[in-house]
């Protein structure tokens, strides 16, 4: 029960954190977190704005889409079935943030993809999963078969003409990966308006940097989560908040 509310919180602070940092988009994109032990997950209620969610307004929800906290008018489909699907097909990830900002779709409709012309990219070499659009198709995201050939062994995918799905082992994960791809994505958009011959290094020299900075700290995206904290002070604001008392709107 404590682990659920510390992640409760930290899914709630994970939300305010990128409404500052100006990556979220209206009502149209989505974070969760997976409730431990269990075949369901948390995610803010639809409608809601990131920098209104807290802890309590976070709705719990069965990989089902059966509401089991929270208003069933807040419900979204293509949200729980992006999530569930992920989260049935890779049983280790326990945390999806799904983005519109402006330089992740931006890569998103470029042929070449993220390419491996910074730091921030090289996180991501070799390590992309890509889904080409097709609108509000659910069936795609409910089949758990299917969710599984377009993520693989992967922790991000890039929705052609979409948007960015990044995923992790635990909310500050999910949060490391997150801002690396979208500091990768505004470096590219920057770069490639500059109309000049870009510079990428070879293979080898790409996949041990990436190695490198992937296997550079044990619980990775830990430090930064702490630091945004203390930046944000956020998370003393939910301190004192009681998450287990039933959800009101």
């Known amino acids: 029960m404590k682990r659920a509310i510390e992640i409760r919180k930290n899914l709630a602070v994970a939300y305010r954190i990128l409404a500052r940092m100006g990556m979220d988009n209206l009502t149209y994109t989505h974070l969760s977190a997976r409730v431990p032990g269990q075949d369901s997950f ?5 409608g809601y704005l990131y920098s209104e969610v807290t802890p309590a307004s976070l709705l719990h929800v069965t990989f089902e889409g059966d509401v089991l906290e929270g208003s069933q ?4 489909p293509t949200g729980y079935a992006l999530h569930s699907a992920i989260y049935r097909a890779r049983p280790e990830l326990n945390a999806i943030f799904h983005l519109h900002t402006t330089a992740g779709v931006a890569v998103s409709t470029m042929k070449s993809g993220l390419l491996p012309i910074s730091q921030f990219a090289l996180h991501f070499y070799n390590r992309i999963s890509y889904h080409d659009y097709d609108c509000l198709v659910l069936d795609t995201y409910k089949a758990e078969d299917a969710m599984k050939k377009i993520i693989g062994d992967n922790k991000t995918i890039i929705l052609r003409n979409h948007g960015t799905i990044t995923c992790g082992t635990t909310i500050p994960e999910a949060f490391f990966y997150t801002h690396h791809l979208e500091e990768a994505c505004k470096v590219q958009c920057l770069a490639m308006a500059c109309r000049n ?8 020299v790409c996949e041990a940097a990436c190695q ?29 908040l009681d998450v287990s008392l039933k959800t009101t709107f």
Do not use: M, T
């Open 212 to 240: 490198e900075l992937l296997s550079f700290e044990k619980e990775l995206g830990e430090r930064d989560w702490q630091a945004v904290l203390r930046q944000f002070k956020i998370e003393e604001s939910f301190a004192n």
């Open 42 to 46: 948390y995610i803010y209620p639809f």
């Open 73 to 76: 008018e807040h419900y979204n």
């Open 197 to 204: 011959e870009l510079i990428i290094p070879d293979e080898a």
